[in-house]
C-alpha cells in the first residue's frame, strides 16, 4: 500500500511539471519532497508495531496467523484446549549447568538439556494453563499398548519452536535461530499424540513426553487425568 501511494503522488507530480501553465517547477518539487517525507514519517509511525526486531530474541516471532486457520498444526487445536485446565507434567527438567557432561554421558545434543521441559511448560504457562509438575511422572513410559489409545495430532516441531519468545535464556540459545535449527532440522519428526476417551469436559489433564526411536527426539502425549490414571492401572 504504501508503495502504490507513494507511485500515484510520484505520477501525480509528474502529470504536474509537463502542465505549461505551472511554471514554478522548484516550487512543484519542493512540496513533493516535504509531502512525501511527511507521508513516510506518519506511515511508518502507525506501522511500528508490525516490524520485527532482531535484537532481542523475544521480538523475533515470526508465527503466521494461518496455522490457526488451515489446522495445519496442533496448536491451532492446543492453543484453546489448555485454556483454563490444569496440566500435569513430569518434573525432570535438567541442570543446565552440566548441560555438556549431560551430553556426554547420557548422548542427547547439549541444547536437548537446554530445552528438555522448559519450552513446554513455557507453552502452556502461555496458553493460560495451570501447571502441576509431578514427579512421579518422571520414569512413565507409555507401552505401546497404552500408546494405541492415542490418536496423532501432528508435529510439535513447529509448536515449540515459536516458544523463543518466552525463553528465559538471553544468550544464543534462547533465540528463533536456535530453536529453528534444533526442532525443525536436527531432531527429526516430533509428534503431539492425544487420548480423547474421556477428555471432553474434563479440566484436569496429564501430559507425558518421552524420546522415540532416536536420541534428542521427544513426542507428547496428551488425556485426562481420570483416563490416564484409568490406562495406568490396567
Not at 501432528?154 to 534462547?174: C, I, K
Request: aromatic share 18%; hydrophobic share 40%.
Amino acid at each position: 500500500m504504501k508503495i502504490i501511494i507513494a507511485a500515484g503522488l510520484t505520477v501525480a507530480v509528474l502529470a504536474l511539471l509537463h502542465i505549461p501553465i505551472l511554471r514554478k517547477k522548484r516550487i512543484i518539487l519542493a512540496l513533493y519532497a516535504i509531502g512525501m517525507i511527511l507521508f513516510f514519517v506518519a506511515y511508518n509511525v502507525n506501522t511500528l508495531d508490525n516490524n520485527i526486531r532482531f535484537y532481542r530474541p523475544k521480538y523475533q516471532t515470526v508465527y503466521q496467523p494461518e496455522f490457526f486457520e488451515t489446522k495445519e498444526y496442533p496448536d491451532a487445536f492446543l492453543d484453546e484446549f489448555f485454556k483454563g485446565k490444569t496440566v500435569y507434567t513430569p518434573n525432570d527438567a535438567y541442570d543446565t549447568s552440566k548441560a555438556d557432561e549431560l551430553s556426554e554421558d547420557l548422548g542427547d545434543y547439549w541444547l536437548y538439556y537446554w530445552y528438555h521441559a522448559i519450552n513446554i511448560w513455557d507453552y502452556l504457562e502461555f496458553n493460560k494453563a495451570t501447571i502441576v509438575k509431578d514427579d512421579k511422572l518422571n520414569e512413565v513410559i507409555l507401552s505401546d499398548e497404552q500408546k494405541m489409545h492415542f490418536e496423532d495430532l501432528g508435529p510439535a516441531n513447529d509448536m515449540l519452536r515459536y516458544t523463543f519468545p518466552l525463553s528465559p535464556y538471553d544468550d544464543e540459545w534462547g533465540n528463533a535461530f536456535y530453536h529453528y535449527w534444533f526442532y525443525n532440522t536436527f531432531i527429526g519428526d516430533s509428534r503431539v499424540y492425544i487420548c480423547t476417551e474421556g477428555l471432553a469436559d474434563n479440566d484436569e489433564i496429564v501430559l507425558l513426553w518421552q524420546h522415540e526411536d532416536v536420541h534428542d527426539t521427544e513426542s507428547y502425549y496428551i488425556a485426562s487425568k481420570d483416563y490416564y490414571d484409568k490406562m495406568m492401572g490396567l
